[in-house]
């Protein structure tokens, strides 16, 4: 990525990226800077957090991908809604207020790290 060098996240960013979980732009980049980095919204985290599970995980991950949760804003026809139900079915992301998933609302950073410490111990490395 051309532009993470002197971000202050660019070792979680690196890190995530390495694993495959967040990707950059076609054009290389990742912009953490201007809001629009990939992983930024709640959708796109529990895309990265599905992509998380193809790795070496545990075996409970099979009963993750076929978690069926309710959401208040996010019905089963959602794109989104396989990846931010597995998410939620495996403790990477929470819901949130009423049941919510707010596939919308921006990550914020310690939501973005604690996801990636879950992750982590769900992959034995913590």
Known sequence: MTDV??????PWI?????????????NHAFQ???GRAPGRSRA???AG?????RSPIPAAAKAWESAR????DLSPGHLA???ASAAVAAGVLTAGP?????PSRPVTGAEAIEAVTRIEALAGRR
């Open 49 to 53: 957090c599905s992509r998380a599970r």
């Open 69 to 72: 949760l309710t959401f208040s």
């Open 32 to 34: 953490p800077r201007d």
């Open 44 to 46: 796109s985290g529990g």
């Open 98 to 102: 009423g049941n919510s998933f707010q």
């Open 81 to 83: 809604y396989p990846a």
């Open 5 to 10: 060098r002197n971000n202050w996240a660019a």
């Open 14 to 26: 690196m890190a995530v990226a390495r694993a495959g979980i967040m990707e950059p732009f076609p």
